[in-house]
């Protein structure tokens, strides 16, 4: 069974940090592309960053380039989301999410753990 399980939300002043990560489990960790997702309220979900199996490429929506860093431990089948410089409309729930072997954007994936608050808010 496919268990993605996010943790290290919560609530963050404007230019404050935080760190998620995401716990894999079921599945091939190390040979697939993983993206982390969000969800504002009364919007619909959007891709947040993009890292393929291996690490090697990296890609980030134009709104947190510069400031999230995705990265992944495959010894330990974990992704996590570095988040400096927040901003209020950062305020989210994210979700972990795995992209099956065939894909043609990134929000096609066929499995998504259970989301993390984050909120940005002075």
């Known amino acids: 069974e496919v268990q993605l399980v996010e943790s290290g939300g919560g609530l963050v002043q404007p230019g404050g940090s935080l760190r998620l990560s995401c716990a894999a489990s079921?599945?091939?960790?190390?040979?697939?592309?993983l993206t982390w997702v969000r969800q504002a309220p009364g919007k619909g979900p959007e891709w947040v960053s993009f890292?393929?199996?291996?690490?090697?490429?990296?890609t980030y929506t134009d709104s947190v380039k510069g400031r999230f860093t995705i990265s992944r431990d495959d010894s330990k089948n974990t992704l996590n989301l570095q988040m400096n410089s927040l901003k209020p409309e950062d305020t989210a729930v994210y979700y972990c999410a795995k992209l099956p072997w065939s894909y043609s954007n990134y929000l096609q994936h066929d499995y998504r753990g259970q989301g993390t608050q984050v909120t940005v808010s002075s």
């Open positions: 079921g599945f091939p960790f190390g040979s697939h592309d």
């Open positions: 890292i393929s199996s291996g690490g090697g490429r990296t």
